[in-house]
């Protein structure tokens, strides 16, 4: 199955307008969005007609759709305050992806701060997703996304293998699915660009998950060296991974149909250019 190629779109106009519009022009054929301030608690309602629009042109151009949830979410906070908004975050970005026709929504494992153990930690998140993930009954519900972060301090999943506990803490629920970004993984100390790195991950990956858990894939380049720790994007073929390991990745047999989304820097022309990139290593 073939790999659909696109990126992170922008939606301050709308988001059939302006997000529909964007991955027209960098020639996407799946596309991100983001439905709150990334970096804020806000939750607005959307607009019943701007979602009708965004659905309606999503599936006459057979664009996959994804919701990527606040960046300030963190189910293993030591604050009550956070907590308890990440609750209502993640809850919003859930129902507003199941209303624009999103597939799932991205959210980052989290860190376990204050000092915490990661394993109170995580007990906690699974206390707080748990209900989350039983309100996902419908048939065009979304995927809950568990997206890897770099590995910055506390971090309660950044190497493959931590992915297990997580699963293993939320059930294996049928809904819960992985986001893996290319640049966090390689930040984590995967080393994509090693020879059998990037099979060696995904092998990994489906050992301590499961077949078929593997729903998106964020196609990032590094500015720093594996295991470095920092999440710092850069453009593909322009850092520390290189273009070889992405070829690898679209001709894997476990990364079949999977979409790829770039987040990489700069705006349209070099977003235009990341798509091309990876459709030209899938293409050969």
């Given amino acids: 199955m073939r790999n659909p190629i696109g990126g992170h779109v922008p939606v301050a106009g709308g988001l ?3 997000g529909i519009s964007y991955a027209a022009d960098i020639g996407a054929e799946a596309l991100q969005v983001f439905v709150a301030n990334p970096r804020g608690w806000a939750m607005p309602t959307g607009n019943a007609d701007q979602d009708a629009e965004f659905r309606t042109a999503c599936a006459e151009r057979g664009l996959p759709a994804y919701v990527h949830a606040p ?3 963190n189910f293993g906070s030591h604050t009550e305050e956070t907590a308890t908004k990440s609750v209502l975050s993640l809850r919003h970005s859930l129902r507003r992806a199941r209303a624009i026709g999103a597939l799932g929504v991205v959210v980052h494992t989290g860190a376990a701060t204050g ?3 990661p394993a109170t930690a995580l007990a906690q ?3 707080l997703m748990m209900p989350l993930l039983e309100e996902l009954t419908h048939d065009d519900d979304p995927w809950l996304l568990l997206e890897p972060t770099a590995g910055q301090g506390a971090s309660l999943c950044s190497q493959v293998h931590e992915l297990g506990p997580y699963f293993e803490a939320l059930e294996h629920h049928p809904r819960l699915g992985v986001c893996l970004d290319t640049c966090h993984v390689f930040a984590a100390g995967h080393d994509l660009a090693a020879p059998g790195g990037v099979d060696r991950t995904l092998q990994e990956l ?3 998950t499961g077949p078929g858990r593997l729903k998106l894939i964020h196609a990032n380049d590094s500015k720093d060296v594996a295991g470095a720790h920092k999440d710092r994007h850069a453009n593909i073929g322009g850092g520390h991974i290189g273009t070889e390991p992405f070829a690898e990745l679209l001709a894997h047999p476990l990364t079949a ?3 790829l989304v770039i987040e990489t820097p700069g705006r349209k ?3 235009t250019t990341d798509v091309a990139l990876l459709k030209k290593l ?3």
């Fill in 269 to 271: 022309e070099g977003h």
């Fill in 282 to 284: 899938r293409d050969g």
């Fill in 71 to 73: 960046y300030l979410i």
């Fill in 125 to 127: 998140a699974r206390a």
């Fill in 16 to 18: 059939a307008a302006t």
């Fill in 206 to 208: 489906v050992s301590v």
């Fill in 257 to 259: 149909g999977v979409p």
């Fill in 115 to 117: 000092g915490r153990s």
